[in-house]
T-cell receptor
Framework: GQNIDQPTEMTATEGAIVQINCTYQTSGFNGLFWYQQHAGEAPTFLSY????GLEEKGRFSSFLSRSKGYSYLLLKELQMKDSASYLCAVRGDNSGNTPLVFGKGTRLSVIA | DGGITQSPKYLFRKEGQNVTLSCEQNLNHDAMYWYRQDPGQGLRLIYY???????QKGDIAEGYSVSREKKESFPLTVTSAQKNPTAFYLCASSTRRDQNQPQHFGDGTRLSIL
């Protein structure tokens, strides 16, 4: 079966750092994606991990541990515009044509 | 600019009516997907197509139908058999070339029952 777990909601303060965790149990693994989705809008791609370790992109970083079935998205210097849902998704095989399996998303609220 | 266009943005369906949601892409992507999003449910896969004239059922295909006659187009029909169609529908596409390529999404269609 396929199972991807994320916390439902998180709240953090403007300027702070927040870590959003994702655990997965899937029949295959060939990469993990993070997307950002503002309310009523399309998801937009943030990051991709296929090897263990940390990938950094500006204020956003993503970490992967394949042996633990675990990833996190780290957001630094939080801004009000970072209030959104963050979706974790796994690709099960090594083709770009395979559908991603999505978690239910974590709704992040950034407060002043 | 290349991208994915979904239309209409909002759609209303009467009881017993079939409605079709449009999805067009000019990214030259091989694969296209339809997802349904309900509050608190994340994205659930309805149908996907990896090449023209071929498509596969996703996790929640009942009450929906699709066609893939052209590479650029992947319309979704919500039939009267779908008893709870109210949701946000997202179309996506991707290229088969590399596993690290993300799926790109359209802006979505919000469907409601009258």
């Amino acid at each position: 079966g396929q199972n991807i777990d994320q916390p439902t909601e998180m709240t953090a303060t403007e300027g702070a750092i927040v870590q959003i965790n994702c655990t997965y149990q899937t029949s295959g693994f060939n990469g993990l994606f993070w997307y950002q989705q503002h309310a009523g809008e399309a998801p937009t791609f943030l990051s991709y991990n296929v090897l263990d370790g940390l990938e950094e992109k500006g204020r956003f970083s993503s970490f992967l541990s394949r042996s633990k079935g675990y990833s996190y998205l780290l957001l630094k210097e939080l801004q009000m515009k970072d209030s959104a849902s963050y979706l974790c998704a796994v690709r099960g095989d090594n083709s770009g044509n395979t559908p991603l399996v999505f978690g239910k998303g974590t709704r992040l609220s950034v407060i002043a | 600019d290349g991208g994915i266009t979904q239309s209409p943005k909002y759609l209303f369906r009467k009881e017993g009516q079939n409605v079709t949601l449009s999805c067009e892409q000019n990214l030259n992507h091989d694969a296209m997907y339809w997802y349904r999003q309900d509050p608190g449910q994340g994205l659930r896969l309805i149908y996907y197509s990896q090449i023209v004239n071929d498509f596969q059922k996703g996790d929640i295909a009942e009450g929906y139908s699709v066609s893939r006659e052209k590479k650029e187009s992947f319309p979704l029909t919500v039939t009267s058999a779908q008893k709870n169609p109210t949701a946000f529908y997202l179309c996506a596409s991707s290229t088969r070339r590399d596993q690290n390529q993300p799926q790109h999404f359209g802006d979505g269609t919000r469907l409601s029952i009258l």
